[in-house]
């Protein structure tokens, strides 16, 4: 059963200024070390437009949660590989609200990112 959704857009010019102001201490602010370090592997001409898409996850996963960004770490949101999942507290806090799968989407176009998060209890999948 659908228990939540949530989308967010987000420009890529925003994270283009962040990183040329703060450089990767930006993306270590919000993302964890793992995914931080995989971002930073890649293109760096497309950095601002995937740091925006892994923002925009961020206030999507918020939203589909219903407490936008506040009480609970964004850090723990991991996003690699295609998949979507919660660790530590924020694991402990989607248990608790009967959540049992998480799916994340994130495309980009335009300068701008998109991401939608659907998440899921019992009774939402065989």
């Not at 293109?43 to 925009?56: H, I, Q, S, V």
């Not at 918020?62 to 996003?79: H, I």
Request: glycine fraction near 14%; charge should be negative.
């Amino acid at each position: 059963m659908i228990l939540g959704l949530g989308t967010d857009i987000c420009p890529a010019a925003r994270w283009a200024h962040l990183l040329e102001r703060f450089g990767e201490k930006s993306l270590r602010r919000v993302l964890c070390a793992e995914e931080a370090d995989y971002l930073l592997a890649g293109n760096r001409t497309r950095l601002p437009e995937r740091a925006a898409g892994r923002w925009a996850l961020r206030e999507a996963f918020g939203k589909a949660l219903g407490v936008g960004l506040d009480g609970w770490s964004w850090k723990e949101l991991r996003f690699l590989d295609g998949r979507l999942w919660a660790e530590g507290e924020l694991a402990a806090m989607v248990q608790d609200r009967g959540i049992d799968r998480i799916h994340g989407s994130v495309t980009h176009d335009g300068g701008t990112a998109f991401a939608v998060v659907i998440i899921e209890g019992p009774g939402g999948h065989d």
